[in-house]
Nanobody
Framework: QVQLVESGGGLVQPGGSLRLSCAAS????????MRWFRQVPGNGREWVAT???????FYRESVKGRFTISRDNAKNIAALQMNGLQPEDTAVYYC????????WGQGTQVTVSS
């Protein structure tokens, strides 16, 4: 069955870094665009970044220059390197795969606080 399992979340001080990983299985990973979204309780889920199946990357304006999305098709892993984290980046981060279907992970909490 399809699985997307996020890891790497946690508590970090402002200005710090985290690297989120998304391990995928149960579908043809290389044919899907991989995306990261985030959600704060009480708010809608917002898009953060996308890496296309061809490796093109796209970012939300507020994370440009700080976050880097990547994928490893040999390992079926997508990653989000987050540098310069700020309190407003605090959210649950979700990995998603999109092509003929749309799949979602369970999310991983990122908290930026001093």
């Amino acid at each position: 069955q399809v699985q997307l399992v996020e890891s790497g979340g946690g508590l970090v001080q402002p200005g710090g870094s985290l690297r989120l990983s998304c391990a995928a299985s149960g579908f043809t990973f290389s044919t899907y665009a991989m995306r990261w979204f985030r959600q704060v309780p009480g708010n809608g889920r917002e898009w953060v970044a996308t890496v296309s199946r061809d490796g093109y990357t796209f970012y939300r304006e507020s994370v440009k220059g700080r976050f880097t999305i990547s994928r490893d098709n040999a390992k079926n892993i997508a990653a989000l390197q987050m540098n310069g984290l700020q309190p407003e980046d605090t959210a649950v981060y979700y990995c998603s795969a999109a092509y003929t279907e749309e799949y979602w992970g369970q999310g991983t909490q990122v908290t930026v606080s001093s």
